[in-house]
């Protein structure tokens, strides 16, 4: 029920800087696969890499998910073509060809879910210069309007009344239509309750019922916002225990 390939940003490795790849998912329409929290159910892809001597694998770069609604059960997660970004440190002396190596595993679920994995490849060339991969460049830049924003939003949040209340005090918010908060603890909030958002100019409330596994009181609250206006953009969210209004 899934496609799944590793996919180079560049057509060659450039020797003594980053070179980014990506894990591209593909599941079948009605399907798809999860987030770094997974939400209600679920687990998220993760990727264990096999390296050459020296070359050291970053975490996952994760687009922002959305919602996928099961009787009452919520998960977050991507149900098109999707690339996991992942950057790779490349030594300074490289020669010839050189092959990585990734166990890419996941979980794709429609009504079903069903776990999936794929020892996967890339090999390519020593590059002089940096060049986009015809194929792929184009890939990478949808990947990346995806990404939260360098620069994150801070805010602050309390837990009242059984509720985690987040509240976003920034001037990228001018103009939002709508906002929706994907917090990285999957034991933060209970999924399936709707949010409770309220725009004011540069400020955006949300309100979602506590999870019921929440434990003690968090010192931050982080995950991401996702922004729709005229265009949809992302934040990453730090949030500070303070007053909410």
């Known amino acids: 029920h899934i496609e799944a390939e590793l996919g180079p940003e560049q057509p060659g490795w450039l020797a003594g800087t980053t070179n980014w790849v990506a894990l591209r998912l593909k599941p079948e329409a009605g399907w798809h696969t999860y987030w770094r929290n997974p939400g209600d159910t679920g687990l998220p892809t993760t990727l264990a890499w096999t390296l050459p001597e ?22 977050c997660g991507y149900d098109t073509q999707t690339l996991h970004l992942v950057p790779l440190e490349v030594p300074a002396r490289i020669d010839g060809e050189v092959t990585v190596k990734a166990l890419a595993k996941w979980l794709v679920c429609a009504d079903i879910c069903i776990p999936g994995q794929a020892e996967l490849s890339l090999t390519l060339p020593v590059a002089e210069i940096a060049t986009a991969d015809p194929v792929w460049s184009p890939r990478f830049v949808d990947a990346r309007a995806r990404l939260p924003q360098a620069e994150p939003l801070a805010g602050t949040f309390a837990v009242i009344e059984g509720e985690v209340r987040l509240q976003v005090d920034a001037v990228e918010l001018a103009g939002a239509d709508a906002v929706e908060f994907y917090p990285y603890s999957d034991n933060l909030v209970n999924h399936g309750a709707s949010q409770r958002v309220a725009l004011d100019g540069t400020v955006a409330r949300i309100a979602q019922e506590q999870s019921a596994h929440f434990g003690a009181m968090p010192q931050v609250v982080e995950g991401v916002l996702v922004v729709q206006g005229s265009e949809k953009y992302a934040y990453t969210v730090p949030a500070a225990p303070g007053e909410v209004a």
Do not use: Q
């Open 54 to 75: 020296g070359w050291k694998a970053g975490a996952i770069a994760w687009p922002y998910p959305s919602e996928h609604k099961l009787g009452g059960l919520v998960n």
